[in-house]
């Protein structure tokens, strides 16, 4: 099992979108789990506030297109909605990930980057298995989020929903080479950028 988490089971996936990474680029290490924590932070509070702002758009729009629309069909948008936001989270992690800056907003604050295992720059495809590994480990409590009848009748439920979130990022703090879950599974590594001159 740990032979298949150290080469990463994703890995043969996207092997031929890594062949073609640029040389090496020279870091100041791994990065660490409290670095990677507030870095994850940042993004979400920039996804959290662009969600908003779409959300409440499109709430206006179909009010003032159809403002007798009936409860079913709000339970219908809702689905939609958060089925769109996770598209949307996995095309944030992959064009950020895969463009020049080779990082998020929020890890291009705390200097780090992303590579594969020896810091060669991501493909967009390699990026997107990457972006895609993360959403599964942090969908569970997403979707039951959204079930706002299930997640308060059963609140041990929505906490169990964590666990495979806390154990994704948990990774990085028992790696050697302080790797989160949805990292070992792609064969991509995040890095600390060297330090400035």
Same mark, same amino acid.
Do not use: C, K
């Given at each position: 099992?740990?032979? =298949?988490m150290q080469t990463g089971a994703l890995a043969p996936i996207i092997q031929s979108a890594t062949e073609d990474a640029l040389t090496p680029t020279p870091h100041g @290490?791994? #990065? @660490? *789990? &409290?670095?990677? !924590?507030?870095?994850? &932070?940042?993004? /979400?509070? =920039?996804?959290?506030?662009v969600?908003?702002? *779409? !959300?409440? *758009? %499109?709430?206006?729009? =179909?009010?003032l297109i159809s403002p007798n629309k009936h409860l079913k069909d709000f339970v219908m948008l809702s689905i939609l909605l958060t089925i769109l936001f996770m598209a949307a989270r996995v095309a944030y992690e992959t064009a950020f990930c895969a463009s020049t800056w080779r990082a998020t907003p929020g890890k291009r604050a705390q200097r780090l980057f992303v590579g594969n295992r020896d810091t060669g720059r991501l493909t967009s495809r390699a990026a997107f298995m990457r972006g895609l590994a993360k959403l599964a480990f942090n969908a569970p409590p997403i979707i039951l989020g959204r079930m706002d009848?299930? !997640? #308060?009748?059963h609140p041990l439920l929505m906490l169990? %929903? /964590?666990?495979?979130? @806390?154990?994704?990022? @948990?990774?990085a703090l028992v790696t050697r080479e302080k790797a989160a879950g949805h990292d070992l599974l792609c064969g991509t590594r995040v890095f600390r950028r060297p330090p400035l001159p």
């Open positions: 099992m740990m032979s =298949i @290490g791994y #990065a @660490g *789990f &409290w670095t990677r !924590a507030i870095a994850t &932070w940042v993004d /979400f509070l =920039i996804y959290l506030v969600s908003v702002i *779409f !959300a409440a *758009f %499109t709430a206006i729009v =179909i009010h009848e299930v !997640a #308060a009748q169990a %929903t /964590f666990v495979p979130m @806390g154990m994704n990022y @948990g990774m």
